[in-house]
């Protein structure tokens, strides 16, 4: 995600590396780099220009510090300027009434259906009872990958297959939530063009029958400016409430996200980043400014952590960790958890200065197959008692993992490292204890 961008604007404060000062020459030339690394992004020409001719006057009213280089400055006013242009602070979605209507518009093979079920799903996390309303009448597929969907997640689908009236339907699947006591409906619908003139008429048509709490436009990230166009055509037809991004895990060059907002007036409030249910994240706009600029995202690495996190198995394991339990079960576990929190590629691009480093490597759920075959050919007192895997057992270990010994090594010794760690850690803390105690 903005992996060209990102590369763009480091090639662009290069310029301002070892510069004692902020000049209007050595601006001038950052800024024209920083302008042309956003146009090649994608974004509206004009957008470019006013937010470049912006960071230019920040940076040439503002002092250097001592402590600050100037690269590090308009860094810095870089970042405030990408994060204002993409909307300055999230965006809630508003969920109100009885039952709550979420209506989900969008052109056809946005990932409209696909995300009707990742909000479902989002919702139904934090504690709220989702009925998904099937309102596609032109796609049989539709209706059926909803219900797939829906069996996957745990929330129940309404449909009609035989009713070909989109705002019936609607009517019913609201009807129904209301007698059984589901407190959010989310209209999946067909996906249409705005040059569809009867297609435009039905939207409309939804949403004043419908009057939703929110009205949510899902656009293909992958169209760049046309994505801008179309939401701007949409938005003047039924004054939409939020923009959804799909398909940023794909080859994007991001503007879409950078000048939605300033050109349709509408937020981003969520943004795909797969095709898993879970690969849906809410849109911060200053934490995305600083992944752009390769500053990670630590606070978004730590929410996901969280989601993904078991209290019960997390006491578990430090009661393990203090007693030098931590056996390859426990690091199965742990494997485990991790690929629950997305993309592994993107959660290492979270951690400052790491992004760059991995971004040419092939990284992903993959990586983790072999470490897990090795693990699972080992018997239940191997992975209790590590230390006892001798040169016998792990060639037997290869065998059984499609392996090479060479690699049961590796694993066998990375993991001895780790333990000696999680020893050290837990004698220093509880050294810290101890003080503590005596302290008082």
């Known amino acids: 995600m903005f992996e060209n961008l990102s ?29 042309r690394a956003l146009v090649d992004a994608d974004v509206n020409y004009k957008i470019a220009k006013q937010v470049t001719d912006k960071i230019k006057d920040e940076a040439l009213g503002r002092k250097v ?65 989702v009925l998904l309303a099937a309102c596609d009448i032109y796609r049989p597929a539709a209706i059926d990958q909803l219900k797939v969907l829906g069996e996957q997640i ?164 430090s009661k393990k960790i203090k007693k030098n339990q931590f056996g390859f079960d426990d690091f199965l576990t742990q494997i485990q958890q991790i690929k629950k929190m997305g993309n592994v590629k993107d959660l290492i691009g979270m951690i400052p200065g790491v992004g760059k480093a991995v971004k040419n490597m092939d990284i992903d759920d993959e990586s983790f197959k072999p470490i897990e075959a090795i693990i699972r050919s080992m018997t239940p007192f191997e992975r209790e008692n590590p230390d006892s895997i001798n040169g016998s057992r792990r060639k037997r270990i290869a065998d059984g993992s499609g392996t090479s010994v060479q690699q049961v090594n590796n694993l066998i010794k990375q993991f001895a490292e780790m333990r000696k760690m999680m020893k050290v850690m837990n004698k220093m803390n509880m050294g810290k204890g101890k003080k503590a105690m005596r302290a008082r």
């Open 65 to 129: 510090l001592t402590a600050v280089s100037p690269g590090q400055l308009l860094v810095k006013i870089v970042d405030e300027e990408l994060t204002r242009l993409m909307g300055g602070e999230k965006a809630d979605i508003q969920i109100a009434g009885n039952p709550a209507v979420i209506l989900i518009a969008g052109l056809q093979g946005s990932g409209k259906t696909t995300f009707s079920g990742k909000l479902a799903q989002y919702l139904k996390k934090q504690n709220k009872q």
């Open 154 to 317: 745990g929330v129940e689908v309404f449909a009609e297959p035989e009713n070909k009236d989109a705002v019936s339907i609607a009517k019913k699947a609201i009807a129904h939530a209301k007698t059984n006591n589901l407190k959010t409906v989310i209209i999946d619908t067909a996906g249409r063009l705005a040059v569809d003139e009867q297609m435009m008429q039905e939207i409309e048509k939804l949403k004043d029958k419908l009057q939703p709490s929110e009205t949510l436009f899902v656009v293909d990230a992958m169209t760049g400016q046309d994505a801008v166009n179309t939401a701007q055509v949409f938005n003047e037809r039924i004054d939409f409430d939020g923009v959804v991004l799909t398909k940023l895990d794909g080859d994007t060059r991001g503007g879409a996200a950078l000048s939605i907002k300033t050109i349709v007036g509408k937020p981003i409030k969520f943004i795909g980043t797969g095709e898993k249910l879970d690969a849906l994240d809410v849109f911060y706009p200053d934490r995305m400014a600083r992944r752009i600029l390769g500053m990670g995202d630590v606070v978004s690495l730590v929410e996901k952590a969280q989601q993904a996190y078991d209290e019960e198995e997390a006491r578990k394991l």
């Open 7 to 35: 590369d763009k604007l480091e090639y662009a404060f290069k310029s301002l590396k070892g510069q004692g000062s902020i000049s209007e020459i050595n601006v001038a030339t950052t800024v024209k780099e920083i302008r």
